[in-house]
């Protein structure tokens, strides 16, 4: 045993801190009883990737916390009651006049309150950045494939929090029993009394009895201030598990691969983005909340069941089954002395059921379609599945049609059209409108799937033409640099669709295995890849970039001239640094 490699010391106890202190005892005590320290150490250095579209779920996160936050300071003054008093506040418009408890302390929290008007806009924003956040995250996990395998579950968690959270901006914005949130309660009695046979229990044990009854304004702040919230924090936190035990996807790029996480760690880089990442959001609302009016209660007065604003709306994220309901046609139908209101059922009670389900069945549905079962960590470009992409585009074109028919009679005020052929037209849009956006779409990711292999072939266009001595003109091409190539390059192929197979029976007649389900299944996989272009093959890319070089060499001879000082034309456009000294 060499003795000299071996560390050598004089002391004979245990080293210690010099001036130890309370705060390190106390976390020294907590550790050695729950091995906090080990637990931490692995998750504190936790690497994550860094881009900015994954910056979309954080901002979800943040508005959130900023919803909890302004929330608390509006539970402090709001007071969630329908009985009935005289308002005798600042705003002299009103001041006389009778109304509900929580009507009365919304105008107090905007004009007696200080800084109560900020957190009431605050909050509405917020909640307007948090609904909005989420369906762009959500849009930026299905095109980017992010949802595939092992990560199905948070999908469908990630669904039910759309869902949740429009939900709770409903109940927020019902809470102030103004005119207008009066009136989106009187639609939801309806809708409720719509459901077949027990449409009417259901609305008695809503509203305490007869609508509006003086219940529904209490229930409703049960449900927003505790149940809903209590449901989003839980899974919320399953969602954030969920990301930590399977790790964050990352985009393809050199010494990325599907089992190693290319990034920053938590502490202390990604802790310290983040935390000033909240800070924006924090003030961006704010500046919102300070600067652009919404849901101004005041002008609205307080709820009256015989009257109904012109115009109005609900938020936004709303707007798309209210567009459904105003181009429904009216269709009833009567069966034993019970009414089928067909025309609130479809765009209210079943289409919206419809869509989230299918939102949510995506990754199963593309899993089974494909047939793909493998572990995927890194994302796909929207290009490179143009089947799937065009789907979403599908879905996203119905939505924004039916979210342009909430707003049907605005739109024939403001552009002097009827109000019926607007209706009309949209009508027939809803359905021919996404078939259109599917072929344009799939079509439009095929092409780029074409320029990309081209790219990769042949180099990118430098905007530099070349005259050959025969007086003929072409353009110089220059090759990508190694990162660039890779990413376009780092996809799988297609898998090749293989001929269904047939069984014979005992008569020597040919029958499909798998029966009918099989062979729905083949021939969707046939459609999902149809017209798919492939990225090239290594003897394609070996190919190209020899035929590269000999155009180089033929064009060597020319560059070597001057150009009457357009030799430098175009440099700026060149990838590789090196390349330019040419």
């Known amino acids: 045993m060499d003795t ?152 469908v968690i990630g669904s039910l929090l759309l869902i949740l959270g429009t939900l709770e901006g409903f109940t927020g914005y019902s809470l102030p029993d103004d005119l207008l949130s009066g009136t989106g309660i009187r639609a939801a009695d309806g809708f409720v009394k719509a459901t077949p046979v027990v449409g009417t229990y259901m609305s008695f044990f809503m509203f305490g009895g007869e609508f509006p009854g003086e219940s529904i304004i209490p229930r409703l702040y049960v449900v927003h201030v505790l149940l809903i919230p209590g449901l ?31 990034g920053f760690p938590m502490l202390p880089v990604y802790a310290a983005k983040a935390g000033g990442f909240f800070f924006i959001v924090f003030g961006v609302t704010a500046l919102m909340g300070a600067l652009l009016s919404i849901n101004p209660v005041w002008k609205y007065g307080p709820y009256d069941p015989s009257k109904v604003t012109a115009g109005s709306q609900p938020d936004w994220y709303m707007g798309w089954p209210d ?8 269709l009833e139908s009567h069966f034993w002395g019970i009414t089928i209101s067909w025309n609130v059922m479809l765009p209210i009670l079943i289409l919206p059921v419809v869509m989230f389900t299918i939102v949510m069945l995506l990754p199963f549905l593309d899993a089974w379609i494909t047939g793909d079962k493998r572990d995927h960590h890194l994302l796909e470009r929207p290009r490179n599945a143009p089947t799937r992409t065009a789907l979403m585009v599908a879905l996203m074109t119905m939505y924004g049609l039916f979210w342009i028919a909430g707003g049907n009679d605005i739109i024939a005020i403001k552009l002097h059209a009827s109000i019926n052929q607007i209706t009309y037209f949209l009508r027939v849009a809803v359905f021919v409108g996404p078939v259109i956006a599917f072929v344009v779409t799939r079509r439009w990711c095929i092409s780029l799937q074409r320029k990309d292999n081209e790219t990769l072939l042949h180099g990118y266009e430098t905007g530099i033409i070349m005259r050959s001595a025969e007086g003929g003109y072409s353009e110089k091409h220059l090759p990508l640099s190694s990162t660039r190539a890779y990413t376009l390059a780092a996809r799988d192929r297609d898998p090749v669709p293989v001929d269904h197979q047939h069984d014979e029976d005992v008569n020597g007649i040919p029958a499909p295995s798998g029966g009918r389900v099989a062979a729905l299944r083949h021939r969707l996989r ?18 190209g970039h020899h035929h ?26 060149v990838e590789d640094e090196s390349l330019r000294q040419h």
């Not at 924090?233 to 990325?256: D, F, N, S």
């Not at 567009?323 to 009216?330: E, T």
């Not at 060597?556 to 456009?573: I, N, R």
Request: net charge neutral; charged share 15%.
């Open 323 to 330: 567009g459904a309901l105003r181009i429904m046609p009216g």
């Open 232 to 262: 989003l924090l839980a899974l919320i936190a399953a969602h954030m598990l969920l990301l930590v035990y399977h790790k964050h996807t990352q985009w393809p790029g050199p010494g990325r691969t599907e089992h190693n996480v290319v």
């Open 548 to 573: 590269a070089e000999h155009e180089h060499e033929l064009q060597a001879g020319v560059e070597g001239h001057a150009a009457d000082g357009h030799q430098f034309d175009g440099h700026h456009l």
């Open 4 to 155: 000299s490699r071996v560390a050598k010391t004089n002391a004979t106890t245990a080293a210690t801190t010099t001036k130890p202190n309370r705060a390190g005892a106390v976390a020294n005590w907590a550790d050695e009883r729950l091995g906090l320290a080990t637990a931490m150490k692995k998750n504190l250095r936790k690497v994550f990737p860094d881009h900015w579209s994954f910056m979309l779920g954080e901002i979800a996160l943040w508005s959130f916390v900023v919803l909890l936050l302004t929330g608390v300071f509006l539970t402090l003054w709001f007071t969630p009651s329908m009985g009935e008093v005289q308002y005798n506040g600042s705003y002299d418009q009103l001041r006389g006049i009778h109304m509900s408890e929580a009507y009365a302390s919304s105008l107090r929290l905007s004009f007696d309150v200080r800084g109560g008007l900020l957190m009431r806009q605050m909050h509405h924003w917020a909640a307007m950045l948090f609904v909005a956040s989420m369906m762009v995250h959500l849009l930026r996990v299905y095109f980017t494939g992010a949802f595939r395998k092992p990560r199905e579950l948070n999908w």
């Open 526 to 543: 046939t459609l999902w890849y149809a017209d798919n272009v492939q990225k090239p093959t290594v003897e394609e890319l070996e190919a």
